[in-house]
């Protein structure tokens, strides 16, 4: 490793998978797994495309790997040369951070492979790959280069009739079950040397087949482009792949490379954290920045990010709350363009979440859990499957995970706060809120003796206690949705008529009122000396220590949550859920508060997911507790170098990147070592360097401004850039 | 088997425990199970004491069986004659049901063993056995006769610090753990012959050992007279356990004998339908009335009965709504002081129910939904073990099964409506509605939009489906005991000064007018073609075959409820649910929507509890489903004669006798087949026989008269008796 590239020697198949996933390349469109260019099946190799979702039967709905169009196998005098089949002499792989190029270099035999590879942060369609192979005696090699059909998919196949094409171009589309849509994938090859060609067209996909007789010490290079185009982003995607392919193919491989890693300067120009400090979170902080760029729908006007990113089709390639929440602030403070994307992705999809909320019983808006095209739901009932029966659970995440449409609005706001823009509430923001607003006016209950409202049934951050009584980061959540919503009024006081065109026209007039009265009724947190009790009844629960549980558990997979998980019934958390409120809404905390309700939670957290370390680091800044914030800074920022999220939750493999964490490593640097906070667009600093850290240098961009922040043991200074 | 006794020919270990619930003889003060004398442990041997509760560490809290004294082993020239141990030449047991006599006759070897055994209706402390020993040969026979220790405890032990007396009478005493409750057992024994005698005492508990040479064909009898007392009923039970042997042993074993049969007579004569049908459902029926009448509590002015009567400690020995919806009715209209009883132990155990209430931060009485003495609530957090882990699984019985109060008041009210007698609400009765009605005002959520009252996180009857809203049953209910709180003012009309006096201290002004407005405001059920939803949702869950789900099972024992359970998330119920209110108010409803009800909800029912069968063949017989309903009286009437109730519930022993069912064969004897109602204590018919019955001929008393009822295919008649 070095300060920008992440790599490993060696090779064990036990890793493919996961490497795959360390060494993603991604550019919004389309993530490339970082597996080797000959992977097959149990490496995991997908090109796995944003926004393309299928569902195969009455399987999860997931999204769409495209066929593979970067897949080349090769031998040498008849000797396959291909990882997984046979062990090399050497291998090393890894992905340089800055530019965003994955490369390998093998050596079997006495041959040595070595690629570099990109998906295009210039052109989101392409892909290329230069692939070098030096032989050290004379021999026959013969390179088999094409689209493959043996792809990763964990509930497909999604792809059906599939149509081939050679020629110079080859040529590779099929259609999704489900929906019909049809994606295409191309290839073109360029070769440095005279060979001989033929194709193969096959159950496999389509090949070229390129044979060369080398001599001793020859280099032979081959220059892949490839393209992937789908129905939803051109009229004739085959089409489309093809001129992709030929043009890039007449540019040639470095000047596609020059403007892929020039597009990346200008990504890190506008939100690097330079950090002087030690070297492994240097480079963990750039690997975090790195994949939450990479994954960034610059490409697209109303798209957000899923929770594995654009790593595979883990978490069906849904969008959670982690895009609001976790994913949202990097983009909000140095590329508000894609903070914008995000959140017109929640506007463009309000008509899902009036159908759910609908298909409930309720009205207004429902977001789903996690959300597809269109705001579909995909979050299924049974979304665990038990370990020890192998049945499917009933989950209530779907149900019951009500703080999904107030974590929307909590963004829309802070959208505009940071930015002073209210383009977001004129595009629409504006109908997202009242709904929202709306759909808790019909969820709440009064008890027949008293006039306090409560949410029942729900779950909050901690999904280990599901279908609990007044969460307090729910009930104070929807309490923040009722004020933005009220708050619409001085948002747009310069033009009332607006407003009321917009409550007229949702009929809004009743709710309105009801708002205004409800706005302040909504049950408050239940207290025990200065602790937030999370939910009715949490301090009733069994008290016992992180260990203990874990000490309960039979199977190392299996489920901690619900009434049959070994954390359902006691105090022991998945993850932040009072103290993502007190992150989330600093100021309406003492540090007191705040003090006490970490030192109560934080021993019960199991920080079970990869939005836990990153809440608890925040407030751990904000109280001086800067030995647990730089550790949990630790965890959050190395999580998809060093590893150590969870791979499966009960039988379901949930691997990939963390966004989220992604996105909590650039909060924990920004927002609280930093202690960056902007009101009405002007930024102010509060630093709390860590002992490990000597200064911290980056970019913001805030109320249509662009600062440089620059934080040492010394304090901060804000200057124009 | 005649017309009045079950019994079995051979001996299996392996039916041993079932053969002691079968055989079992009771007097409501203490059962004991139908062993043979010699029984060990794997018999299941037990003298399980009403009402006497203990708790073993954690474990679940049950009765106390006493020590035995009754035990006794006998061997020929030094062989052991012992079922279990030893293989007999021939072997027969049973029970005399018209008279509550255990026999057998059991031959090993040269000796045959005969008995007949009793625990005495007319003095419940006493049990009795006369014991016959013939000897074909020569020999020494050696009788062991005492109390012992070696008794069958579920989640003992329960008794500490014995103490054993030996000489005329036997005695063994100990207290519980729990509450230091002395238990007293002491035995005396008679014989007709000239014997050596010593006596034992050690670990097993203390012992006379009786030494005789015998002549061939002689035959030596042996009175046994026993005795249990504990400090609950005496404050000396040692010494009133000694007077009870001694007393019974002056009068001898048949003036005891006789004094129990006479008692027995008077119940028969009190309770007996007399079916002119098949001779199988005449015994089954008599059986049920047998079982019925064995665990009443005539020996005390409150008490209840459990939900497996008095046959061991499966299901903690706890009363149940079983009592009141399923128990209740034939006392109620054949001994109604034993009704009286029944209800006073509610009435008594309020207590108990403000505290469950105020528990869960509810207000007024929330009996308990496994009560045991006192009212306090024996059901646990953990009410299921899984089959598969063995672990406690998070059941919500004893949180959501809220209809248990709603089913007290509504017994209550039936009790006034057949007796017309006013005084168990002037005994305590006005309060317990008041403060039930009180709870259920206090549960009772509206939406912030809507003045529907909602009563939502409940479990009904069918007990798969945990936590669900509105079930239609307990909306119901509860809306009866709104109703029966008002009519509280009806009823004492002629003393209006008292029911003020309650309300002021009760300090209830406010809640009775917010109980006459919420009466009306109750959310009613919601339907589709007729049929009643059995909750919200219901209708959408999976709609699946019986069937189907049976074949999901991995397990015969594993639990089918709950999330994950192989029912929960179908539309297949436990038991009666909506049906359970048709039966219940027939009133309510017209023949055509229960019929519509019936023709849905039957096949989706697993009858997987001894409450189902008998409520819907009580409503087939209101709409001349006349086969089925005479397949489920079968049923019914049979499940402690035949067999074919649940032994396990995941990994959790249920098994003895089942005093519901046994309620519901006399329910569908009277109620469905004679159609018998009592309106303003005025008895009235409607006959319904299936073709099986010829006539049904049996005794009622109501509005303080007594009746005789005589149905046959001609119709029905009523007449004084």
């Not at 992440?6 to 797994?33: H, Q, S, V, Y």
């Not at 920080?607 to 109280?623: D, E, I, K, N, Q």
């Not at 990939?656 to 960056?676: K, R, V, Y």
């Amino acid at each position: 490793m070095t300060g920008w590239e992440i790599g490993k020697t060696g090779f064990d198949i036990k890793d493919a998978a996961a490497d795959g996933t360390k060494f993603l390349c991604a550019n919004g469109f389309m993530g490339l797994r970082g597996a080797p260019e000959e992977a097959f099946e149990s490496f995991c190799p997908a090109v796995t495309l944003a926004g393309v979702y299928d569902r195969n039967g009455d399987k999860w709905r997931e999204p769409v790997n495209a066929p593979h169009p970067l897949t080349v196998r090769a031998a040498f005098d008849g000797a396959p040369m291909a990882l997984g089949d046979r062990a090399p002499e050497s291998h090393e792989a890894g992905l340089d951070l800055r530019h965003g190029v994955y490369f390998r270099d093998t050596a079997f035999g006495p041959v040595r492979i070595s690629s570099r590879r990109l998906t295009s942060m210039a052109d989101c369609h392409l892909m290329a790959d230069r692939m070098t192979f030096t032989c050290q005696r004379a021999g026959r090699l013969t390179i088999t280069a094409g689209i493959s059909r043996r792809i990763w998919d964990i509930n497909g196949p999604h792809l059906f009739g599939f149509t081939a094409g050679t020629g110079e171009t080859l040529l590779l589309s099929a259609r999704t079950g489900e929906k019909g849509i049809l994606v295409a994938a191309a290839q073109r090859a360029v070769i440095s040397f005279p060979a001989e060609e033929r194709f193969i067209t096959g159950d496999d996909g389509v090949f070229r087949v390129i044979e060369k007789d080398v001599r001793p010490g020859e280099k032979v290079t081959l220059s892949l482009f490839a393209a992937v185009w789908t129905s939803l982003d051109a009229p004739d995607p085959e089409e489309a792949a093809r001129r992709t392919c030929d043009s890039a193919a007449g540019q040639g491989f470095d000047i596609c490379l020059k403007a892929h890693e020039d597009a990346w300067e200008d990504i890190w120009d506008a939100c690097l954290i330079d950090m002087d400090g030690p070297e492994e979170e240097q480079l963990t902080l750039r690997a975090s920045q790195y994949h939450l760029n990479a994954c960034a729908p610059r490409h697209a006007r109303d798209m957000s990010i899923p929770a594995r990113g654009l790593s595979g089709q883990t978490y069906k390639g849904a969008v959670f709350w982690d895009s609001e929440i976790f994913l949202l602030p990097m983009f909000l403070y140095t590329q508000p363009e894609i903070a914008r994307s995000l959140l017109r992705y929640r506007i463009a999809t309000l008509p899902g979440a009036l159908q759910k909320a609908a298909e409930y019983g309720y009205r207004g808006a429902f977001y789903a859990w996690e959300s597809q095209e269109g705001g579909a739901e995909g979050c299924t009932d049974f979304n665990v499957v038990d370990v020890f029966t192998h049945r499917p659970v009933r989950t209530y995440f779907r149900d019951c995970q009500i703080h999904i449409s107030a974590d929307i609005v909590h963004a829309l706001r802070e959208y505009y706060e940071v930015t002073g823009d209210r383009s977001l509430f004129e595009q629409g923001g504006d109908r997202v809120v009242l709904e929202c607003a709306r759909f808790y006016l019909s969820r709440a209950f009064r008890r027949l003796q008293g006039d306090e409202i409560e949410f029942t049934d729900v779950i909050g951050p901690d999904e280990y206690h599901e279908r609990v009584s007044n969460n307090a980061y729910t009930n104070r959540m929807i309490g923040r949705c009722f004020e933005t919503a009220l708050m619409l009024e001085e948002i747009f006081a310069d033009t009332p008529g607006r407003l009321q065109a917009l409550k007229r026209d949702l009929d809004y007039e009743e709710d309105w009122a009801l708002l205004e009265s409800a706005v302040k009724k909504i049950r408050g947190p239940r207290k025990r000396g200065g602790v937030i009790e999370q939910f009715d009844g949490y301090f009733a629960l069994e008290d016992c220590s992180l260990d203990t549980v874990r000490r309960r558990l039979m199977d190392p997979r299996e489920y901690w949550g619900g009434d049959h998980g070994v954390a359902g019934p006691t105090q022991i958390i998945k993850q932040a859920d009072v103290i993502t409120l007190m992150a989330l809404l600093p100021e309406e905390f003492t540090d007191e508060e705040i003090d006490a309700n970490w030192a109560y939670y934080e021993p019960r957290t199991e920080h079970g997911s990869s939005l836990s370390a990153c809440m608890y680091a925040l407030t751990a800044c904000r109280t001086g507790r800067m030995e647990a914030a730089w550790r949990l800074f630790q965890k959050t920022a190395g999580i998809d170098v060093v590893g150590g999220g969870k791979e499966w939750a009960g039988e379901i493999y949930i691997g990939g990147t963390h966004p989220a964490s992604n996105g909590g490593a650039w909060m924990i640097a920004a927002l609280g070592f930093a202690g960056l906070k902007v009101k009405n667009g002007v930024p102010s600093l509060d630093p709390r360097l860590p002992d490990e850290i000597r200064s911290l240098t980056f970019p913001i961009t805030c109320g249509g401004k662009k600062y440089t922040i620059t934080v040492t043991s010394d304090g901060g200074s804000i200057d124009p850039a």
